[in-house]
């Protein structure tokens, strides 16, 4: 028997450490897409009855579409290393101040649109500016906002739920483009711009330089503070966006309907960064957090796990993305 050379047990053993490197690279990188995969083959086989049918897996597209409006502008200020707290009340602001303008105003809803958008990139100029340029906390910014405008929101009608807008506004959130629903096809272009922006343009392009060494950036003549303050504007239109796409879907606006967006579209974000780039924010994984979200919250529905239970499992998911995400950058740095 042929006695195998010192040698060729250490390429051997370098063949298996590289492959071992490599699967560890894969299940890193793509630890999002391999749950959301799993969470569909679970959820299929548990309730495939249910959970299969095109109308609910169109349910699924649907109820994300706003979180992921706001995960999309989150993303890009994400990859600066900022973060928007303000995006939930944001929402919910401009949902019922544009509401009141379309009922009480009898203003055309193209330009209610137009009005609730600009709202969005006021508060997003508001909160760039403290952070950009007076060198403030965003978290403090942002936290401080949330309150104010959430304040607003309450104020505008009272607290009161509002509702009955003309049926050309609600069709945007329930009506359909063949067998497309329109607010999917919205968030797919959101996507579609959001990825060409931060891929393919100089813009993007500096948000990731940015977001990976600040000192450089600004020592290559980048203008940082300008950047930072147009993230914040991108956000917040984001965010404004999703509370108009909202109120057209349930045809009703309230002070707290965008609560949940906030921490929903920054636990999407956390997700994202684990898939296809360590530890960075990036279009594509957020895309696929999104969709993890809302496949774990309408598989658990359709599997009748109370909704409390399903409070307690989103939370631990979010505390687990950011853990993920943490050691992903870790890893990369």
């Known amino acids: 028997m042929k006695i195998p050379s010192l040698e060729t047990e250490q390429r051997s053993k370098a063949i298996r450490g590289t492959a ?8 890193r990188r793509y630890a999002t897409l391999i749950g959301l995969v799993a969470l569909v083959i679970f959820f299929g086989a ?5 959970f ?7 349910l699924i597209w649907v109820t994300v ?3 992921g409006v706001v995960a999309a502008g989150q993303t890009i200020v994400f990859a600066l290393n900022d973060f928007d707290m303000s ?9 019922i101040i544009s509401g009141s303008l379309m009922l009480d105003q009898h203003l055309p809803w193209p ?6 958008l600009l709202i969005g990139c006021a508060v997003g100029a508001f909160n760039g500016f403290l952070v950009a340029y007076v060198n403030l906390n965003p978290f403090i910014v942002t936290l401080g906002a949330l309150t ?3 304040g607003v929101a309450l104020l505008y009608k009272n607290g009161t739920v509002i509702g009955g807008f003309s049926s050309s506004f609600v069709k945007i959130g329930q009506g359909l483009i063949g067998p497309f629903p329109l607010s999917v096809v919205i968030l797919a272009v959101i996507f579609l711009i959001a990825f060409f922006v931060m891929e393919r343009t100089t813009t993007g392009r500096r948000w990731y330089a940015l977001g990976s060494n600040y000192d450089a950036s600004y020592l290559a003549g980048i203008g940082v503070r300008r950047l930072r303050f147009l993230a914040f504007i991108v956000c917040g239109a984001c965010a404004a966006l999703a509370g108009l796409l909202l109120m ?10 965008g609560d949940p967006l906030t921490l929903n579209s920054i636990a999407a974000v956390f997700l994202g960064m684990t898939a296809f780039k360590d530890g960075v924010a990036n279009i594509g994984g957020t895309l696929v957090g999104v969709l993890l979200l809302g496949v774990l919250v309408n598989g658990l529905g359709v599997s009748g796990v109370d909704p409390n239970t399903q409070l307690v499992i989103t939370g631990a998911l979010i505390i687990f993305s950011v853990a993920l995400a943490g050691a992903a950058k870790k890893q990369r740095a």
């Not at 071992?20 to 299940?27: M, Q, S």
């Not at 299969?52 to 169109?58: C, D, I, K, P, S």
């Open 20 to 27: 071992g490197d490599r699967f560890r690279l894969f299940a």
């Open 46 to 50: 548990l309730r495939a009855s249910i």
């Open 52 to 58: 299969l049918t095109v109308t609910n897996l169109r």
């Open 65 to 67: 579409v706003e979180i």
């Open 87 to 95: 995006v939930g009340s944001c929402a919910s602001m401009v949902g």
């Open 111 to 116: 330009v209610v649109i137009v009005f609730g």
């Open 148 to 150: 104010a405008l959430k």
């Open 248 to 257: 057209s879907r349930l045809d009703s606006a309230a002070p707290s309907m």
